[in-house]
């Protein structure tokens, strides 16, 4: 009864760990793709 209480938590709380993990990389991909975009824009200010 304890162990599927367990397993039944560890199944509920696991959907809230890989959207926080998916959260953390789909953050992590914005910022470079931020900081490309701004470089990009940067290089072709110093070529004008």
Not at 22 to 42: D, E, P
Request: hydrophobic residues 60%; contains cysteine.
């Amino acid at each position: 009864m304890s162990l599927h209480f367990d397993f039944q938590a560890f199944v509920s709380t696991l959907p809230v760990m890989l959207w926080g993990m998916l959260g953390g990389l789909v953050v992590m991909c914005f910022i470079c793709l931020i900081l490309m975009i701004l470089y990009r824009l940067g290089s072709m200010k110093k070529k004008h």
